[in-house]
């Protein structure tokens, strides 16, 4: 079962997709949820989310460069500069899964619908849960990155045609000359 | 193939006794094989007798254990702190769900929200109604009742703690991002995988994941299954969980009608 997360800074959930199947990739879940379909209700120009390699580039979606890029100087600083940024991400996944430890290992024989819906709710119930007593200020200290940071295989994704992957290809490029300046000062390096 | 009960069956048999020996004339040993009769007519389960697991235990677990629980103790049961827990409480205990018309009330929220949280915040079996039976000696319908109850509860407060931020929010966000260098940044995505215990008995294949990438996999128990190209490691897999796709799809179209079993493997 793949789950979606995304936190914001102060590792709060602020929007999940539960329910696919775990063969579906991550950056296929991603598509499928609402703020990547209609990004116009959920950000203003110039704002974008961060998020590790296998997903695909968007104007609201930066991820990371993939291992193959890396061997460009700029690209590697870059990548050092969005994890450490990103790393909420997986503190935050790491407190879901560790504080509400049914999830890691699900023990429901799926035999239809009613069963997955058991999952999805569940899960819902658990990402609430963290929302509640992150709010309540009761933080869970153990933040154990959970084993699951293995480098995913490098599949490029359809990105639509040429002109759009070029456009989203800038965007991304403008955030990373954005990024390296501000953290590096100097544009070019 | 019916399946009777142990108490069925021994009525069965103690009614072939008693037609037996009302043949035979034998009053007193009919009579004695009829108080075995009703015997096993007045209970509901044989093999289970009778025990007393009314919420009078319940009563007694809040009361009595709870309380004197240390903090590290009712953190690693409860998953928070005992001030977390009121403050859910008081969140959750509004809800219609936890309030019958009946004269006999349900248990108290609380207790219900302990139970639940209890069973989500435990790993692996620990978490079976079975376990918290033993624990809170409760009835294992009752557990699992109050386990959809407080999950009912808290999915309907779902919309109001888990909101995408506002302008203000993300305006905020980005400049605590700025010094990190994104001054765009308003989130972070990333995927996890929630692995399953066992197989699941629909599409098993589909559910594989990444993770178990090198599992060959005609062994068929793993819990995951990926998708993958690695063509080269294990191709038989890519075939498999490739046909049972096809298979699904060709199968909604009624095309496969005849082909489907070779198909398929």
């Given amino acids: ?189 | 193939m019916p399946n009777i009960s142990n108490r069925q069956q021994e009525l069965e048999d103690i009614e072939f006794v008693i037609m037996q020996r009302s043949i035979d004339n034998d009053d007193d040993a009919e009579e004695e094989a009829m108080l075995f009769y009703i015997t096993a007519l007045s209970t509901r389960f044989i093999e289970r007798p009778r025990k007393d697991k009314s919420k009078t235990n319940l009563h007694f677990y809040f009361r009595e254990v709870l309380p004197h629980l240390s903090d590290a103790a009712f953190r690693s049961c409860f998953r928070t702190t005992k001030e977390g827990f009121k403050s859910l409480m008081d969140i959750l205990q509004g809800h219609d769900i936890f309030y019958n018309r009946s004269t006999n009330p349900q248990a108290h929220p609380g207790w219900q929200l302990a139970v639940a949280l209890m069973r989500i915040g435990t790993y692996g079996n620990g978490g079976s109604a079975v376990r918290v039976e033993v624990t809170l000696y409760l009835g294992q319908g009752t557990i699992t009742l109050y386990t959809n109850r407080v999950i009912k509860a808290i999915l309907s407060k779902r919309d109001q703690w888990i909101v995408w931020p506002d302008a203000a929010r993300r305006r905020e966000m980005r400049q605590v991002l700025e010094p990190e260098g994104f001054p765009g940044c308003v989130g972070f995505v990333d995927g996890t995988t929630l692995p399953l215990a066992q197989k699941p008995a629909a599409d098993g294949e589909t559910y594989h994941d990444r993770h178990e990438r090198y599992v060959k996999i005609h062994v068929n128990c793993i819990p995951f299954f990926c998708l993958h190209f690695d063509i080269s490691f294990s191709h038989q897999f890519f075939f498999i969980s490739f046909h049972h796709r096809l298979f699904s799809l060709l199968s909604l179209l009624q095309i496969l009608h005849g082909t489907s079993s070779h198909m398929r493997y």
């Fill in chain 1, 1 to 189: 079962m793949a789950l979606q997360v995304i936190c914001d800074i102060d590792k709060r959930i602020i929007a999940i997709h539960a329910g696919c199947t775990g063969s579906v990739h991550d950056a296929t879940v991603f598509k499928r949820m609402n703020v990547y379909k209609n990004p116009d209700q959920y950000f203003t120009r110039g704002e974008y989310l961060l998020s590790d390699s296998v997903y695909s580039v968007s104007t609201t979606c930066v991820p990371a460069f993939r291992k193959q890029m890396e061997v460009v100087e700029r690209n590697q600083l870059f990548n050092t500069c969005l994890a450490k940024a990103r790393i909420r991400n997986e503190h935050c996944i790491g407190i879901l899964k560790n504080r509400w430890e049914c999830l890691k290992e699900m023990r429901v024989w799926i035999k239809g619908a009613k069963e997955v819906q058991y999952i999805v709710d569940l899960v819902s119930a658990c990402c609430v849960l963290h929302n509640m007593l992150a709010d309540l200020g009761d933080s869970w200290l153990e933040m154990d990155v959970p084993p699951d940071e293995v480098e995913a295989i490098d599949r490029p994704l359809n990105e639509g045609n040429a002109f759009q992957a070029d456009e989203v290809k800038a965007f991304r490029e403008a955030v990373q000359a954005e990024t390296l300046r501000i953290i590096y000062g100097d544009p070019m390096l």
